[in-house]
């Protein structure tokens, strides 16, 4: 294979997301770069080596005799780069530079803005870059410093740190027309299902109570939402009902936004963590948002509860 120059590093990097990923779709997704970007590198690259570098398929892209001998060398440079990036950052004593984030819709509903709000007051130098995904992505192979995610991740290599613990439970609209208190399962289920439909979030419903009582709700949804956002909005506007963290919701419910319905009955236990590569500890950006996501995780704690016995 002959090489007409000098091969860009960042070419290489941008060749191996595309690799890893299976496409330039999916390495924009994963990585937040523009599918431009991505395809002007690819196009460089093949014109250097004078060859293509995948073949274009119905299912997607698929690596050339000369991508496959390429993508060895961009996976080495791709982590020398990481690990160079990882030193340099780790040296600053001020929070600073970029810091990558990806969240499950839940968690970055709930968690990322107030948090990143907060960094930004105290670290105007952090350059925070936000992904918000259901797919569960992995820290180490997408080069994420930080994932917020419903749920232990089943990585043993990565530090999963436990941000808080709550319960899912059943809530609708007080002004919901057809709905009366008290109201036992099937009726609760003829309200209409609003399935918040992410990895992390139950597609079929089963709550118990103190007495080991369980219902299970698993009628057609009415809606299928990806965003706990909009899935809430439907329900506050008057229809349907939602299975949401209870933690969440003690704000909406005393503003009268929220119902809940069957108040004895909850879902399992969850927790949502923090995950990252256990060398990304030592960055101070990381550091301090770790450090801003519990104090605010704490304080919402405190005046959920307040709120509550209010």
Known sequence: MHISSYLSLDDLRLFYMVSTS????????????????????????EDQC????????????????????????????????????????????????PIRIAASATSARFFVGPVIARLRDLYPKIQPHISVTSLGPNPQSENLDVVLRLGMPNDPNLV?????????KLFTSPVNKHFQAPMNGEQVDALGRIVINVQSSPQIWHLTNAE???????????????????????????????????????????HGM?????????????SFYACYPPQR???????????ILK????????????????
Do not use: M
């Open 22 to 45: 299976g496409g330039i779709s999916a390495a924009c997704k994963n990585y937040g770069y523009s599918k431009a970007r991505f395809s002007r590198a690819i196009v460089r690259l």
């Open 50 to 97: 004078g060859t293509v570098l995948f073949n274009r398929t119905h299912s997607g892209l698929e690596l050339t005799p000369t991508g496959k001998t390429l993508l060895d060398n961009a996976r080495l440079i791709s982590e020398l780069g990481s690990e160079i990036e990882q030193d340099l950052r780790a040296a600053k004593k001020e929070p600073a530079g």
């Open 160 to 168: 999963a740190k436990k941000i808080t613990t709550t319960r899912f």
């Open 212 to 254: 080991g009582k369980s219902i299970t709700l698993d009628s057609k949804p009415i809606a299928l939402v990806e965003d706990p956002v909009v899935a809430t909005s439907i329900v506050q506007a008057g229809n349907g009902v939602v299975f949401l963290p209870d933690f969440f919701t003690a704000p909406q419910i005393s």
């Open 258 to 270: 929220l119902q809940p319905i069957l108040e004895d009955y909850s879902g399992e236990e969850i």
């Open 281 to 291: 500890s030592t960055v101070p950006a990381v550091r301090a948002f770790l450090d």
């Open 295 to 310: 104090e605010y995780t704490e304080s919402i704690v405190v005046k959920s509860k307040r709120e509550v016995s209010s």
